[in-house]
């Protein structure tokens, strides 16, 4: 019989039969850890003397009648799952301690219950005090919410047997623990276990089950990663620390669009929607500046404009400094090497500092001419036009590429204020919104171009 597996990542959740300092899996450095409760070797399958029952097969056209969905009222969230709470369904909200989850999912339960759900929270973090502490400081206290402070999952399975809500919201998964697993709670096997017996049950009965998973860099609690796959849908909440921008994204989302996302603004009072995030983005841009680039992006199904910063200096160093925030470092590197290859703009002995403003997180391509853009702009000390949006993918030939939605941008430009675009070439019949296109071939021309002879 196979050796029992016997230790952990606690990022993704791998197994591996010895320790290492770094999983072979997601990479993670000094997070595989010893995991007591998964000892038990392999159960056997198969036809043995106990069989099973056999199961109802049906075919594709068969029409299962859809779900009901709930409505919060909140535009932002109501998007993000893919227009409204599915009965039945399990969801996972990760992000880093301190983000505001709890805060996001407390208004959620209120306006969930609201809208007639029967809704129980349960945390095991905060004593009920707390948690009725944070209602009053929302102007929730009215709501229809049952509370309670545990984490003993037998517990909370009973009293949710007995009693099934609608939603329940478990905050977190990594303080639940369960007696059938021997691990401590917050470990691998037990977010496992636990994530697991609330999803059978959440599916069985009909109740949705959120539940609340912290991403953690390293040490012994297991992060969100470890039960995306058992999940519908996953949701990420993210921002700056120091940015009171929030944006809530679905990752994977069995009941809508994936990469969609809701913004929501932090207040004194709790978070509060934000129906129109290109202004937002923007609200504080100044004049025009050297290395700064408005970018006409796409977050899921929805444009978002937003500012994209650099500033090129002198290095100091013998390896010159690069730096990122909101965007792929890997990609800048990428872009800076066709820079300096394909268009003669050399980033030796400089320092490169790149940031997207509001602590916004772009994944996009299509970001890259933008990121060319605000480099090349930084480096020469020249400042782009006002009221110029810029996008488009650049290839490592050096040409730009078009990308998906380029009408979207245009129109989400053009109600912005803005009057032109540089962009690559549009497909045929792309309408241009009344914007003044700049379409370009490649990023030497683009260079050349947008800032002449240097
Ligand atoms: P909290 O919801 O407790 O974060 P998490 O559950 O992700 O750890 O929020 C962290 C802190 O931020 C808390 O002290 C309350 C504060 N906060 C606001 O003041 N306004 C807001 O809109 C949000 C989201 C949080
Ligand atoms: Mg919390």
């Not at 450095?29 to 007591?36: G, K, M, P, R």
């Not at 209602?135 to 709501?143: I, P, Q, V, Y």
């Not at 700056?240 to 809530?248: D, N, V």
């Not at 792309?430 to 379409?439: C, S």
Request: with cysteine.
């Amino acid at each position: 019989m196979a050796k029992d597996l016997t230790f952990n990542c606690t990022a993704c959740g791998a197994s591996t039969a010895k320790w290492s300092g770094r999983c072979d899996a997601c990479g993670a450095w000094n997070s595989i850890v010893e995991d007591a409760g998964l000892t038990s070797g392999p159960k056997k399958h198969g036809l043995g003397k106990q069989r099973g029952k056999s199961i109802p097969l049906t075919d594709l056209a068969t029409q299962e009648a859809e779900p009901p969905r709930t409505q919060s009222g909140v535009t932002e969230l109501d998007r993000v799952l893919g227009g409204g709470l599915t009965k039945g369904s399990a969801l996972l909200v990760g992000g880093d301690p301190g983000i505001g989850k709890s805060t996001l999912l407390l208004q959620a339960a209120a306006r969930f219950a609201r809208n007639g759900l029967r809704v129980v929270y349960i945390s095991g973090e905060e004593s009920n005090a707390q948690v009725q502490m944070r209602a009053r400081r929302l102007g929730l206290e009215k709501s229809p919410v049952q509370l309670a402070a545990e984490t003993n999952l037998r517990d909370i399975m009973t009293t949710l047997d007995n009693d099934t809500p609608d939603l329940c919201v478990i905050d977190s998964i990594q303080t639940m623990w369960s007696d059938s697993v021997e691990s401590a709670p917050g470990s691998v096997s037990q977010v496992r276990s636990c994530a697991h017996d609330l999803t059978s049950f959440a599916k069985k009965r009909g109740m949705s089950v959120i539940m609340v998973g912290h991403v953690t860099k390293e040490g012994a609690i297991a992060g969100p990663r470890v039960v995306e796959h058992m999940v519908d849908t996953v949701l990420y909440f993210e921002g700056e620390r120091g940015h009171q921008f929030r944006i809530l994204r679905s990752v994977k989302n069995r009941f809508g669009p994936a990469d969609e996302i809701g913004v929501f603004e932090m207040t004194g009072r709790g978070l509060a929607e934000v129906k129109n995030p290109s202004a937002l983005f923007l609200s504080e841009r100044g004049e025009p500046a050297p290395g700064s680039v408005v970018f006409a992006g796409i977050e899921g199904t929805r444009p978002v404009l937003c500012e994209i910063q650099a500033l090129v200096a002198p290095s100091p160093h013998s390896q010159p400094r690069r730096s990122v925030v909101g965007w792929d470092g890997g990609r800048l590197a990428m872009i800076m090497a066709v820079l300096e290859s394909r268009c003669d703009v050399p980033f030796t002995g400089l320092d490169v500092y790149l940031n997207v403003a509001g602590g916004l997180r772009i994944n996009e391509p299509a970001a890259d001419l933008a990121v060319a853009a605000a480099l090349v702009s930084a480096r020469e000390d020249a400042a782009l036009p006002k009221e110029a949006v810029i996008f488009g993918e650049i290839s490592l030939s050096g040409a730009l590429r078009p990308v998906i939605q380029t009408e979207n941008r245009l129109k989400e430009a053009q109600k912005l204020g803005f009057t032109s675009a540089i962009m690559p070439r549009a497909p045929k019949g792309t309408q241009g919104a009344g914007l003044d296109l700049r379409e370009m071939q490649d990023l030497a021309g683009f260079v050349e171009q947008v800032f002449g002879a240097r």
